[in-house]
């Protein structure tokens, strides 16, 4: 079980039960803290860089590639929410 100190931190909490992931994910898309600009390009080999280019990858027409740029939104936010609480943490141990 997840920490519940780390709800709104690193995550914003559990799948309800009964729910789908996508379906969770996307009732929480409002909370999220950290917005994904595709267009940005850092030319580094990191996760968030990885999370732009699944939506770059995923702009088109076809409607089953939305959800795939959500997700990647989603995951987006959760990477630097961690980000954040790693260095907070690694803070605390200087």
């Given amino acids: ?3 519940p100190a780390e709800i ?3 995550n914003l909490g559990p799948v309800p039960e009964g729910m ?3 379906e969770a994910i996307a009732s929480v898309r409002v909370q999220r803290k950290h917005r994904i600009n595709p267009a940005y390009h850092s030319r580094r080999l990191t996760y968030c860089e990885v999370m732009r ?5 995923a702009a088109s027409e076809r409607p089953d590639m939305a959800k795939i740029a959500d ?3 989603a995951g987006f936010d959760f ?4 980000d954040a609480r790693m260095k ?3 803070a605390m141990l200087a």
């Fill in 20 to 22: 789908e992931f996508y």
């Fill in 53 to 57: 280019e699944i939506c770059r990858e």
């Fill in 71 to 73: 997700l990647a939104a």
């Fill in 1 to 3: 079980m997840a920490d």
């Fill in 79 to 82: 990477g630097k929410r961690m």
């Fill in 88 to 90: 907070q943490l690694k």
């Fill in 8 to 10: 709104g931190v690193t």
